[in-house]
């Protein structure tokens, strides 16, 4: 099959750097054309699961507008322009959970919508986590192996990327 091919694009919504919106004229990989294909730009983000060395799983107290909260959460947050995803991690579990590591395991980077080229993140473990000098955020509640897998298997952080972010990084640490 022949790669898809973009011959125009066209931004019909810019609200950068959350969002732009273009339409696309693409030619599929079958030779078929599509003269309105959405296309949706967002800026790329990291998701961090943290664990600290008596294995007790760091998240953070949310109220996301879109989920309603309170919610548990992962650190997470936008790669800044010209930074590369580790440092944007690490620059965030410092920055919202005033903890640092000195192991970091990287995860995987996904899309979330494959047709739309919606939202790439960039997912890591960070092992062996301590608070920084500066001490933990208040938001900070430590959760317990068995509470976060007991969690996500109720589907309880109700956010695609923060559930992700956990799942992957439980298989990482406990697949046998």
């Keep these: 099959m022949n790669p898809w091919k973009t011959h125009s694009r066209e931004i019909i919504l810019n609200r950068q750097p959350r969002l732009s919106v273009e339409t696309r004229k693409v030619e599929l990989p079958d030779g078929s054309q599509n003269e309105d294909w959405l296309w949706l730009d967002s800026p790329e983000y ?14 953070l107290e949310q109220h996301p507008y879109a989920a309603r909260g309170p919610l548990f959460a992962p650190v997470e947050g936008v790669i800044r322009a010209g930074e590369e995803a580790l440092p944007a991690a690490q620059r965030l579990l410092l ?23 919606y939202g790439r993140g960039y997912y890591f473990l960070a092992r062996l986590a301590a608070p920084a000098p500066s001490g933990a955020d208040p938001r900070v509640r430590l959760l317990s192996r068995q509470q976060l897998e007991d969690a996500v298997a109720d589907g309880l952080p109700r956010v695609l990327t923060w559930q992700t972010g956990f799942s992957l990084a439980l298989l990482r640490l406990f697949a046998h």
């Design 95 to 117: 920055q919202q959970a005033g903890y640092n590591s000195p192991d970091w395991v990287f995860l995987g980077d996904f899309i979330t919508d494959a047709q739309s080229g």
């Design 46 to 59: 990291v998701v961090v699961t943290a664990v600290d060395g008596s294995g007790q799983f760091i998240t």
